[in-house]
């Protein structure tokens, strides 16, 4: 069968399915994508998924009906969408998954891509990059532990961290399974998720918060001083510097982020956050829409290399991402006009 | 016009029963006009009906569980607990699709009856022991998919079961064959049960309604289903899911309305001390609804499993509250007895109708969550003034 | 100022499709003690929450003059206020609240925005000695039997300033020594000069106490009887109320006894656990075929008890003892094994635990044999309508059709459904726990109709009841219960009230 | 030894009411033991207590619509939804923090109080119209957090009631003085109230316990009183969020126990229909009580929104089930008319003893959530067995 099968007259030609309208980041692409049409004949329509993969097949279904000709997708759980864009799939439709590689199936076209491993090693190579000496006590935290992109993100930055915890550049402050594996680069997902089980926020600020204020409960005077902090992502990385920012015996801390949320840019502006990881979403929805209207266009998109998705390597366009702080966030934030000046304080 | 009278006065008696039809009408009506048709069409409903599958099955089981006069809350974890076990049955021991659904449905019937065991035995309130069910399964999912992280299944016949289709034989104009006949059984049989009970009353010398009636209530039902199959037909078919609910809506429909036990299930719901003394043994009847929500909420691990191909992490999340709203959207009484298994199943298509139509129109989320609410509040509204009218 | 104290005037009151009250006049003389009678579903409750505010102003029509002024209640706090306090025929107590909350909750004795307890258990202590009630205050009400909570409803209401005091049915759920208190209360209450208004089935009552009687029949006055004048007799009590004679309460029958024995107890004892001791202790007893064995007894002396472990042992008390059916030695562990060995247990408390309100006539009389209407598991539904309206039939159950709500029918007539249940269970042991509270002489008369004919088909009726007339008019033998056991076996002809309660107060 | 015997008829007959206490012990005793005595520093404790807060008082608010028989769904997304309109109100209106707490408080009534309309007068099972609240205020907090994202609330003044301590005025050997003060306070005064309570009763001739029972209460709980004075005068002293508990405890525990209208909600929880005929206004209460819950709620969303200094767009989430869940082991009864306001809190000071001591000992997630899943049964098991017991 071919697309457009369906009568109506309210034809979309890219659908968008985004994962959640509970995180700010989703919502900005959001703005981003309807903008980027905006001046094109071509018609968009974007869905939440509100983080169910259930929902996720519900709206590839319902702009499937709607007579698209490529799929945006985003997905909330890359392994547990296979289903939904193969069906997109059957249509003829092009799918292009957005962010998150979808696994185990051939039915992805291209991916676009900040790639998140490669969030976590920028991460952790901050902190790497930010503290002196040695013994220097790392506190690690991650997202939800039924998250699959929790655990890129951790095993990115692990990767580049566990050589440095083996040498005893870091001492792990929090975590006594990773505690155990420290000598392991390459964990298993059974070993990440025995990790993530003991220090996950479930991506929620204050679980984040709870957790902070134990770990500081629990750890003696030889884990405080200088210490580092990985946090997942700006909302935990907030609640976690509150915390660590009331401990006395705390004497200075450097921790992640990212998003680049104006709440932590805020943050950054104040010391009270090192870094976050910024994603400059305009130019990752300006590849995937470039691609989108090539389709449409019936040209071949441009691609700059391929991903392995367990069955097939999915052609990719990858955008680097950009580490902010302190030093950096006016260049890469204001000057670049990703968010304006006005919107912070003490610039 | 004693036709209209007559309709008048049934339609008037009946409101509460048909006021769910209606509501479903005006709700299919509404987004076929704001859609230009595009929500009517075959595709559509197809796809809608399937989204709504592992739902409705829920809905019919939390809704016996409500007649009698309980609540479970533990259903939509078991569900993806259970469906997170057959992706692992299924692709880390490598048994059989004929095996493990079996095994499947015989664990959720055990969880059931376990809960079944600590409200009838025990004591505790469904509530609780439920609440307490909802936290053990969200721990017991991500326990078992822990070292994995969400579970691709690839095993075309178990995903069938979520995403295929039933065969068509031939294909007649664009028209699956194989549905159009079922289609026409089931009008069949339709007018025939409807005649032969009928007769049947009128031997007894029973009130019937006046034989105008009568015609046009075959002619309305005939219709319906008629235009359902001749929808379905034009996009797939009938799908596995679509037959898999209706088998569970005549099924347990049978069981409600025609057995004692069904008898004996509305009869504790009504009054379970009266009950006791009746001679049902109520803790009985408290296991089997349990251990029959187990049961389904296992079908609806599968459904569900299978419609994603792949089990997450997460899988089952408030699907409990979807199926309760479903439930009551269906007219089941909160204060017990009360309760149609075809409501329940009507009440999981109008939610699922509303996420797909606006889905459709682009209505923003947070918009749609508000307007579920708005619609669970009216309908159960609607449904506390014509009972009070009623009485 | 006139001599009522309270005139209801042309009071008219419509449930949906029911008329329950259809110009009513009621007038009550200030100081006297008034009886409303009528039959079952007469609309004297409706008539009462009427003046109540239970339903207030503006759902019924026609007027309220008390004390000379037409009122307007609202809701009931608004008569209280002028000290109507009206006792309903459904107890109105809270179980898990001790005695004294329960008596001044409404009325709390406050200090301050304060409620004043020390002050509360005193006066509580006053009200329970008023109504002659020997319990601890601060016990739970949901520890006492029927019969108490009766009196501390009482209690409750005298709690408040009272001066029309409202009784629905006060003494059906009493025996006669309580009924007998209630009624020197009421008394004394009058001396007082509170005045009183009284409904009542027990025509004796009425006749001993009231000043003046007001007889309702189908929601409408019929006539309003004068002591005085000699007019309150149960003759004319009973033409009014059923619009025609009845020469005789009890049916007449023969005595049709045979010998066999269909149930016996030996040495039978029921140990609760929950209260921790015995309900029943030591008890022998037997009934024979075609026999009614009269059940009497005070409240609490586990007659209701002794039913319970018959019937299945549907309480799970710990049973010792022997029970031969048919001579046959019998152990049941639930009620379902007892409706198969061919024993029937009609509750006292209909509503209760007796029948399926929400659910229609049809149901509830199908609903404790339906395996008998069904094959396989499933119900012949034509079978059931057959059945149902049999004992519609049979039993003059007065309802619009076999599929109204049972819940929407009078007292009487949910009575019948419930006997027709059992009936159709087809008993050999049919055990009746208060077959007539509450019920009025017309439907009495019929139930006892009844139960003559199911002992001539040679059935067999345990009859468990605290209305002495009853047991007397309608008993082959009696059997005396108190504290739970067996005090003493009376043949009928040697029978009277005074032995009775002799060996009930033993 | 009477003293042996007083005691044991005492506890015997008081198990149900000291079981939670008794709970409480063993769980910080195994705790403190497995760690080493980190659970009960004071430091710990200090911050159990704080991230205790914003469920403890959606806890004691629930509690009340369990005991008169309703229940409350929608109370987690309004707590979040209030919490987004104060850090709204705060930073984009730049009103000060004393007109938006009252405003906050203000809403929340109103909104618990349409709950409490829904409920009452329209007559909708209160399970249902807080399933549609739900899904109501989910939309809402989406809704108007969607310009901006999460909110950062930078006002140090409302940031203080989720992390700030009262002022010590003096530290003393590292304690906080003022603390100290409040709690030899608090122990003079539970003191005096005792013995003026028991000395009233001997004026009347009721039965008292026997001196020595009495004095050793007396020791006892001044002691527990001294203790936790003594943990967190050892941190940075009595937190904010710990004093505006201690607040809601006296005075729902005084409005539950001494006044009239306390007295009315247990009524109309213990039998509804006899507390409509007692002239008590069943509606009235139904509208306080939910009207209270919504103020509570209000209260939750401002100390959470405090606690994380922002407003996130899926704040409140679940919040309902753990208060529900705290207000269970706490001993409320799903029968109507039985609960305490202090069991509430014990019960929501179990649950977050348990995630704390959890974390500590760096117990995985999974196995954190059928821990307390486990707790939840077995509270409610102990609470019924005893329940039966004591009947
Ligand atoms: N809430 C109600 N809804 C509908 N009908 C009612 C309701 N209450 C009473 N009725 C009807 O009104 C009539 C009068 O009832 P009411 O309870 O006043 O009778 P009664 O004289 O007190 O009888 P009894 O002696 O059995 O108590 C009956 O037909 C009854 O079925
Ligand atoms: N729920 C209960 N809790 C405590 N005691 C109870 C309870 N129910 C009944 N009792 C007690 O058990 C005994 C028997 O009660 P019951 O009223 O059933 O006897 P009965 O002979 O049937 O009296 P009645 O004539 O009132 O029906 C009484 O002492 C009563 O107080
Ligand atoms: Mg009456
Ligand atoms: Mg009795």
Redesign the pocket.
């Known amino acids: 069968a071919c697309s457009g099968t369906t009568g109506g007259s309210s034809k979309v030609s890219v659908g968008i399915v985004l994962p959640t309208k509970d995180e700010p980041r989703w919502v900005q692409d959001e703005q981003r994508f309807k903008d980027a049409l905006a001046n094109s004949d071509y018609t968009t329509e974007i869905l939440f998924s509100q983080g169910s993969s259930a929902k996720e097949k519900e709206n590839v279904e319902t702009l499937l009906n709607k007579g698209i000709q490529v799929l945006i997708i985003a997905p909330h759980d890359g392994a547990a969408a296979g289903a939904a864009v193969e069906a997109a799939k059957k249509e003829g439709v092009t799918v292009i998954s957005y962010d998150r590689l979808i696994t185990e199936t051939d039915a992805v076209d291209y991916y676009v891509t900040f790639d998140s491993l490669a969030v976590g090693a920028a991460q952790g190579q901050y902190l790497l990059d930010s503290v002196k000496g040695t013994n220097v006590p790392l506190y690690l935290y991650a997202g939800a532990s039924s998250d699959n992109n929790a655990f890129l993100f951790f095993e990115g930055a692990w990767k580049v961290l566990q050589p440095k915890i083996a040498d005893g550049t870091f001492v792990i402050a929090n975590s006594t399974e990773a505690e155990a594996l420290k000598d392991k680069q390459e964990l298993t997902r059974d070993e990440l998720g025995k990790i993530l089980g003991q220090v996950t926020t479930n991506w929620d600020p204050n679980e984040a918060k709870n957790k902070a204020q134990t770990h500081l409960t629990a750890a003696g005077a030889d884990l405080k001083g200088d210490v580092a902090v990985l946090a997942p992502n700006d909302g935990t990385a907030r609640s976690i510097a509150d915390v660590f920012g009331t401990d006395s015996d705390i004497s200075s801390f450097v921790i992640t982020g990212q998003d680049a949320e104006k709440a932590s840019v805020q943050y950054i502006l104040d010391g009270k956050q090192s870094m976050t990881v910024f994603k400059d979403v305009r130019t990752l929805v300006a590849d995937a829409m470039g691609m989108a209207i090539d389709i449409l266009d019936k040209k071949t998109p441009t691609t700059t290399g391929s991903y392995n998705n367990g069955k097939v390597d999915v052609k990719a366009k990858q955008t680097n991402v950009i580490v902010v702080d302190k030093e950096n966030v006016k260049k890469e934030l204001i000057d670049s006009e990703y968010y304006k000046a006005s919107e912070f304080k003490g610039l | 016009m004693t036709l209209i009278n007559d309709l008048k006065t049934l339609i008037s008696k009946n409101i509460r029963d048909y006021g769910m039809y209606i509501a479903l009408l005006v709700i299919f009506l509404i987004f076929t006009i704001l859609t230009n048709g595009l929500f009517i069409s075959s595709r559509n409903i197809s796809n809608l009906l399937d989204s709504a599958g592992y739902i409705a099955v829920l809905a019919v089981g939390v809704m016996l569980v409500i007649v009698i006069r309980h609540i479970d809350l533990s259903i939509g974890f078991l569900a993806g607990f259970l469906g997170a076990i057959a992706a692992i049955l299924l692709m880390q021991y490598h048994l059989p699709v004929y095996i493990v659904l079996p095994i499947i449905l015989i664990l959720g019937t055990i969880a059931g009856l376990f809960t079944g065991f600590l409200v009838a035995k025990v004591g505790i309130p469904a509530f609780v022991a439920t609440l307490a069910g909802w936290l053990i399964y969200r721990g017991a999912i991500l326990q078992v998919t822990e070292k994995t992280g969400t579970i691709i299944v690839q095993n075309d016949a178990f995903n069938a079961i979520g995403n295929g289709y039933i065969p068509s034989i031939v294909q007649i104009n664009g028209l699956h064959l194989l549905s159009l006949l079922i289609g026409v059984l089931g009008i069949i049989l339709y007018n025939f049960s409807a005649v032969s009970t009928r007769r049947n009353k009128m031997k007894y010398n029973f009130e019937v309604v006046s034989k105008q009636i009568f015609i046009l209530q075959l002619v309305f039902v005939s219709a319906i289903i008629a235009a359902i199959t001749w929808i379905l037909a034009g996009y797939n078919g009938f799908s596995w899911t679509v037959i898999i609910i209706l088998l569970v809506v005549l099924v347990y429909h049978f069981l409600t309305t025609k057995t004692v036990m069904g008898r004996h299930i509305y009869a504790v719901g009504s009054n379970p001390e009266a009950a006791h003394l009746s001679g049902i043994n109520v803790n009985k009847i408290t296991l089997i609804v349990f251990g029959s929500m187990g049961l389904l909420s296992a079908l609806s691990g599968i459904l569900f499993t299978s419609r994603l191909q792949s089990a997450t992490t997460t899988a089952g999340t408030l699907f409990e509250l979807d199926a309760i709203a479903a439930a009551y959207v269906g007219g089941v009484s909160a204060a017990g007895g009360v309760g149609k298994v075809t409501g329940a199943i009507i009440g999981a298509i109008v939610m699922a109708s509303l996420t797909s139509g606006m889905n459709l129109l682009g209505v923003g989320i947070s918009y749609q969550y508000m307007i579920k609410g708005g619609v669970l509040a009216l309908a159960v509204i609607f449904d506390v003034i014509t009972r009070r009218k009623g009485? | 100022m006139s001599e009522y104290i309270l005139e209801m005037k042309q009071i008219s009151k419509e449930?949906?499709g029911?008329k329950?009250l259809d110009n009513v006049n009621f007038k009550v003389k200030k100081g006297e003690i008034h009886c409303l009678v009528?039959e079952?579903?007469?609309?004297?409750?409706?008539?009462m929450k009427v003046l109540s505010g239970v339903y207030p102003y503006g759902t019924y029509e026609g007027e309220i003059v008390y004390e000379g002024k037409v009122q307007q209640f609202h809701k009931i706090n608004d008569s209280v206020n002028t000290g109507i306090v009206i006792i309903y025929?459904e107890l109105a107590l809270f179980p898990d609240l001790t005695v004294y909350e329960n008596i001044f909750t409404g009325n709390e004795i406050k200090q301050g925005a304060l409620i004043d307890w020390n002050e509360t258990i005193v006066e509580a202590k006053k009200m329970l000695e008023k109504v002659n009630l020997d319990v601890n205050p601060e016990t739970l009400v949901k520890d006492l039997g029927v019969g108490k909570r009766q009196l501390i409803e009482i209690a409750k209401a005298l709690s408040k300033d009272v001066k029309l005091l409202i009784l629905d049915?006060p003494t059906a759920a009493l025996n006669e020594d309580d009924s007998e208190n209630l009624l020197k209360l009421l008394k004394e209450l009058k001396k007082q000069g509170i005045t009183c208004i009284m409904?009542s089935?027990k025509l004796k009552e009425v006749i001993t106490i009231a000043d003046s009687a007001t007889v309702?029949r189908d929601?409408q006055t019929i006539r309003t009887l004068d002591a005085s004048k000699g007019e309150i007799t149960e003759n004319t009590i009973i033409k009014n109320m059923v619009g025609r004679e009845i020469q005789d309460i009890y049916p007449k029958r023969v005595k049709n006894s045979h010998d066999e024995k269909v149930l016996e107890l030996k040495n039978w004892s029921a140990y609760d656990q929950k209260l921790g001791r015995h309900v029943v202790k030591n008890a022998n007893l037997h009934v024979k075929k075609g026999e009614i064995i009269g059940l009497a007894g005070l409240m609490g002396s586990g007659r209701t008890e002794l039913a319970l472990s018959i019937f299945g042992n549907a309480k799970a008390y710990k049973l010792q003892g022997d029970l031969l059916l048919d001579g046959m030695p019998k152990a049941f562990n639930h009620p379902s094994e007892a409706i198969k060995a061919g024993i029937a247990y009609v509750t006292e408390d209909r509503k209760g635990d007796g029948l399926f309100l929400l659910q229609d006539i049809k149901s509830n009389i199908s609903a404790a044999n339906l395996q008998r209407i069904s094959a396989n598991g499933v119900i012949n539904e034509n079978e059931e309508i057959k059945v149902a309206d049999r004992y519609k039939t049979s039993l003059h159950i007065k309802a619009t059709s076999l599929e109204q709500l049972v819940g929407?029918?009078?007292?009487?007539n949910q009575q019948k459904v419930s006997l027709g249940k059992w009936l159709f269970v087809g008993p050999k042991l049919l055990i009746l726990d208060e077959p007539t509270r509450?019920?009025?002489v017309g439907a009495k008369f019929e139930i006892y109709t009844v139960m003559n004919k199911l002992i001539e088909e040679g059935m067999s009726i345990l009859m468990i009841s605290s209305e002495l007339g009853e047991v007397l008019g309608m008993s082959d033998r009696v059997y005396v219960m108190g504290e739970g056991e067996i005090k003493g076996e009376l043949p009928i002809e040697n029978a009277d009230q005074e032995k009775i309660m002799q060996l009930a107060t033993q």
């Open positions: 009485n | 449930f949906t029911v329950a009528g079952n579903g007469a609309g004297k409750s409706t008539l025929q049915e409904i089935h309702i929601g929407k029918l009078s007292g009487g509450g019920i009025d």
